[in-house]
């Protein structure tokens, strides 16, 4: 009997993209009885997709499957993998990454319904990857090397990420100590280079990047728009932090500048439940593009913000919010230039909390060493366990209802936790799954579309 057999169909896939081959060249091999480094992080990333909190659980769940996998390597194998990490070696494993997610978007381009390109407030963004740029808190229990006391009277880390929304990956995550600022403008230029690396033909690509009000700085905003060739095409959204002047200028506009904001679906709202207007020429700072629009949202203010309510918004009876963008039309999306659309366009960059939570229950929920470089190395191994886990769904599982979107708990307890039976027959082994779980034809499903991918060499 083989426990949490679903970690067959992460390992073929890892295997078929050629994920284990390009890990190959990152780590340094060794003669006799030494273990396949590559290897040992595939496996590390999958346990972490299994529900593994810590290197030991990885090799008490690797122990478990050594009949599926044959001889595991022990925790203090892993933890001198990752202690063993430097710099060149997070940049080729960051070079691997992004080797496999290029053979996985050409597959996915292949498919029958094509990339995942996203469809917002009825506009499909065809041609259009967007990348949604948040921070988070991950606390700890214990003193460990850069945790340290948070903005949010915490302890712990303070990491800066990047993540796909239209396939739902982590493109890239900057760990940093609990005491780093919000609107560190150099961390996030960072981590823009760092996706960018990530995405396939990014240097030709149309992209979107969506930060909030951390994002709203003179040097990122300068850096989105340096990205702009002649062949790649960049537009951001950014929160935007209002000041006395900002009011100022929405207290100017008639009521007649105020239009129906949209619903996600393209429907309009209630004209009493929210507004938008342009603000762009009112208030111009100085120092900022002179490409830049700021729109403001309005919206009648709920119970939990009755506290924190200004003079402006008291006499006004609306609770006022201001994005700043570059969009003056985005290639390819009829009215892309509306205030409407974009004000939708930049409030759907929410869903980057599902990303922060569904990463924390990959593995990111506390980071288990007292190291740094283990826990960069940790983290690493998180992102890849985020990426199978999203390849495994696009792939393979893109029509199965109530899979297509999981998360992650309810893909272990439907596909990775399966038990199944491993029989050996004709010089062949046989994972034999119980007929009447509800989701073994999904798995069975996913083994055959998986296996009839091209083997990567």
Same mark, same amino acid.
């Given at each position: ?225 340096? %990205?702009?060739?002649?062949? =790649? *095409? @960049? /537009?951001?959204?950014?929160?935007? $932090?209002?000041?006395?002047? +900002? ?44 490409? %830049?629009?700021?729109?403001? =949202? *309005? @919206? /009648?203010?709920?119970?939990?913000? $009755?506290?924190?309510?200004? +003079? ?146």
């Amino acid at each position: 009997m083989v426990g949490h057999s679903g970690a067959v169909l992460l390992r073929r896939l890892a295997d078929r993209s050629g994920l284990v081959t390009a890990l190959t060249g990152v780590f340094p091999t060794g003669g006799s009885g030494w273990r396949d480094r590559a290897v040992v992080f595939v496996h590390l990333a999958i346990s972490i997709a299994l529900g593994a909190r810590n290197v030991l659980e990885a090799e008490h769940l690797g122990r478990h499957q050594h009949w599926l996998f044959g001889p595991v390597a022990s925790d203090s194998t892993v933890r001198r993998l990752l202690a063993g990490l430097d710099e060149d070696m997070f940049a080729a494993l960051s070079r691997a990454r992004a080797k496999a997610r290029r053979i996985v978007w050409t597959w996915l381009a292949l498919r029958p319904q094509a990339f995942a390109w996203l469809t917002i407030a009825g506009k499909l963004l065809k041609g259009w990857v967007i990348v949604d740029i948040d921070a988070t808190i991950i606390t700890a229990a214990s003193k460990k090397e850069g945790a340290s006391p948070t903005f949010k009277r915490t302890f712990g880390f303070h990491p800066l990420a990047a993540w796909c929304a239209n396939t739902q990956e982590c493109l890239a995550m900057l760990l940093r100590p609990g005491s780093a600022g919000s609107n560190t403008a150099a961390d996030h230029i960072t981590v823009v280079a760092q996706s960018l690396h990530q995405i396939p033909g990014s240097s030709s690509a149309k992209l979107l990047f969506r930060v909030d009000g951390a994002g709203a700085t003179h040097d990122l905003h300068e850096h989105f728009e340096k %990205l702009n060739t002649m062949r =790649r *095409r @960049v /537009r951001f959204t950014t929160g935007w $932090t209002i000041t006395e002047a +900002d009011e100022a200028a929405i207290a100017q506009l008639p009521e007649a500048a105020w239009e129906t904001s949209l619903k996600q679906d393209g429907s309009p709202h209630d004209p009493d439940h929210s507004g938008v207007a342009e603000l762009t020429g009112l208030n111009r700072r100085e120092g900022w593009s002179d490409g %830049l629009r700021l729109i403001v =949202r *309005r @919206v /009648r203010p709920s119970g939990r913000h $009755t506290e924190n309510l200004t +003079d402006l918004e008291k006499k006004t009876g609306w609770k006022y919010s201001v994005i700043a963008t570059n969009i003056t039309k985005m290639w390819g999306i009829p009215g892309s230039h509306q205030i409407q659309w974009i004000d939708a366009l930049h409030r759907h960059h929410a869903v980057v909390e599902d990303r922060v939570r569904t990463n924390k229950a990959m593995g990111l929920h506390n980071l288990p060493a007292k190291s740094w470089t283990m826990n960069r190395g940790w983290t690493a191994a998180a992102n890849l366990a985020a990426d199978l886990d999203s390849w495994l769904r696009l792939l393979a599982l893109h029509d199965q209802d109530g899979l297509a979107d999981a998360e992650p708990q309810t893909m272990r307890m439907r596909i990775y936790h399966q038990t199944g039976r491993l029989a050996r027959h004709a010089r062949l082994r046989h994972l034999r799954l119980e007929a009447t779980w509800p989701w073994a034809k999904a798995f069975t499903l996913a083994w055959e579309r998986l296996a009839s991918l091209p083997q990567v060499t």
